[in-house]
Antibody, heavy 119, light 107 residues
Framework: QVQLQESGPGLVKPSETLSLTCTVS????????WSWIRQSAGKGLEWIGR???????NYNPSLKSRVTMSVDTSKNQFSLKLSSVTAADTAIYYC?????????????WGQGALVTVSS | DIQMTQSPSTLSASVGDRVTITCRAS??????LAWYQQKPGKAPKLLIY???SLQSGVPSRFSGSGSGTEFTLTISSLQPDDFATYYC?????????FGQGTKVEIK
């Protein structure tokens, strides 16, 4: 059974770049889609973006100018970078595996990583 | 963006009750809707996909129905483990969006 684990700094300063990594175990990252989703009190659950194991990515239009996702198949990991963060980016960040049926939806989630943006 | 609206926002119910949560989409999403359960401090858990398909391992008291713009999640007989927040999510477009959630509380 696939397991996902987020890792990265829990505190990021305003205007800096948030960086998180998701390590996948119990299955290969190859030939699958992987997403980042965040949850905040103000905006609820918000999809950030999706990446395929080859590196092809799609992003939420509202975040597209600040988001970069990447994948490292040799480490079975994928990553998120969100630049120029503000307090509004404070949230629990989840990585997830997407499955396809009509569109893509997450069927397995990491436990989540709380990231606070504060000086 | 496709907007998803859930009702009610909060629902008070007793063990054994039949519970129904509604999710409406701002435009047709065919059958491309999922339901998730989330407990405090935990990640969402997939319950239903394609509007009515039960995810493996999920109890049969959970069921989903609907198509187009209106969908429902039904719990046929509420159990103590079911007190949680439930979210719908559309995946008709590459850009999935979630409802705001329905919290099921103990009456």
């Amino acid at each position: 059974q696939v397991q996902l684990q987020e890792s990265g700094p829990g505190l990021v300063k305003p205007s800096e770049t948030l960086s998180l990594t998701c390590t996948v175990s119990g299955g290969s990252i190859s030939t699958k889609y992987w997403s980042w989703i965040r949850q905040s009190a103000g905006k609820g659950l918000e999809w950030i973006g999706r990446i395929y194991s080859t590196g092809n990515a799609n992003y939420n239009p509202s975040l597209k100018s600040r988001v970069t996702m990447s994948v490292d198949t040799s480490k079975n990991q994928f990553s998120l970078k969100l630049s120029s963060v503000t307090a509004a980016d404070t949230a629990i960040y989840y990585c997830a595996r997407d499955v396809e049926s009509g569109g893509w939806f997450p069927d397995a989630w990491g436990q989540g990583a709380l990231v606070t943006v504060s000086s | 963006d496709i907007q998803m609206t859930q009702s009610p926002s909060t629902l008070s119910a007793s063990v054994g009750d039949r519970v129904t949560i509604t999710c409406r989409a701002s435009q047709s999403i065919s059958l491309w809707l999922a339901w998730y359960q989330q407990k405090p401090g935990k990640a969402p858990k997939l319950l239903i996909y394609d509007a009515s398909s039960l995810q493996s391992g999920v109890p049969s008291r959970f069921s989903g129905s609907g198509s187009g713009t209106e969908f429902t999640l039904t719990i046929s007989s509420l159990q103590p483990d079911d007190f949680a927040t439930y979210y719908c999510q559309q995946y008709n477009s590459y850009f999935g969006t979630f409802g705001q959630g329905t919290k099921v509380e103990i009456k």
